[in-house]
């Protein structure tokens, strides 16, 4: 198994409604189905199910645990700041992904704000205070299991964090390669080509670090933006975000070797002998 040959969190992007802020929620409310919620068998609050998705409280999840938290929104901005004891998130309703404790998670599917709490999807919950949930009653009951949780570990700021977790090398060519072939995508279309370079670094068929699979010429040049030399130029926020979205493990494209703009251009060979995953943007992923 190579370095980067990790567990991946498959991401389903379709489907789910996004909503932000008190205004917004209050419009749908009637769309949301209530789902109780225990702990130690103790009814404790109500959780909000759409789509298939849970959104629980994250102040009442603090409660929970006896950890005091302060909230500071602007409703205005959309943006949202959580802070306790261990924990320093921030999100705003504009992103697909909240920053916690100098680690980057990814949350298509947004957060709400309903009489002063701030609701967010369940599984990103459960990673961020490492905690164990359980659906029962058709998804209208759920149980949490707060016995072994431990608020997720990080660093003092995105960067550094990922810097010093899988170097400064990895972090810098995979930021430049998705801000190369990516700049205008969807932050999911993003995340799908940092998983391409990240899935052949993976693979025995290519090389083991992202500088040496950005720059591979084994085959040919393999990425555009090497010859037209995009490749140097500063990667955005935005991108080096996705590349550390990449390499906490997040996944839209499966095991996709391969990303093709048939707009742009046609390759016949990969759109011929290749297995179409998705599409997301203007990409379209082949395995």
């Known amino acids: 198994m190579k370095k980067y040959a990790k567990r991946l969190l498959t991401l389903l992007l379709a489907g789910a409604l996004l909503f932000s802020g008190s205004e917004a929620f209050a419009a749908e409310y009637t769309e949301y189905a209530s789902v109780r919620v225990y702990v130690n068998g103790m009814l404790r609050a109500r959780a909000y199910e759409k789509d298939g998705q849970i959104f629980l409280s994250a102040e009442e999840l603090c409660d929970f645990l006896n950890i005091p938290v302060e909230r500071d929104y602007d409703e205005q901005e959309k ?90 090398e990895t972090v810098f060519w995979l930021g430049r390669i998705i801000h190369a072939e990516a700049t205008n995508q969807p932050l999911a279309g993003k995340i799908g080509v940092g998983n391409v370079v990240l899935n052949r670094v993976a693979s025995d ?28 130029r500063d990667a955005s926020e935005y991108s080096v975000i996705a590349a550390c979205l990449c390499l906490e493990g997040y996944n839209t494209v499966g095991d996709s070797l391969f990303f093709v703009a048939p707009a742009i251009a046609e390759l016949d060979w990969v759109q011929t002998t290749r297995t179409f995953v998705v599409r997301i943007g203007v990409h379209d992923f082949y395995k």
């Open 79 to 168: 943006r949202l700041s959580l802070s306790a004891p261990g924990l320093a998130l921030t999100s705003a309703g504009d992103q697909d992904y909240v920053i916690v404790n100098g680690r980057v998670l990814y949350n298509p599917n947004d957060f709400f704000v309903k009489k002063n709490q701030s609701y967010f999807p369940l599984e990103l919950l459960m990673q961020v205070f490492g905690t164990t949930a359980y659906l029962f009653d058709q998804g209208r009951r759920l149980e949490l299991d707060l016995s072994n949780a431990e608020m997720i570990r990080g660093g003092e700021n995105y960067y550094d964090y990922y810097k010093e977790t899988y170097g400064e």
């Open 205 to 232: 068929r290519y090389p083991n670090t992202v500088f040496d699979v950005v720059f591979d010429t084994n085959h040919g040049i393999q990425f555009q933006p090497v010859i037209n030399k995009s490749i140097y």
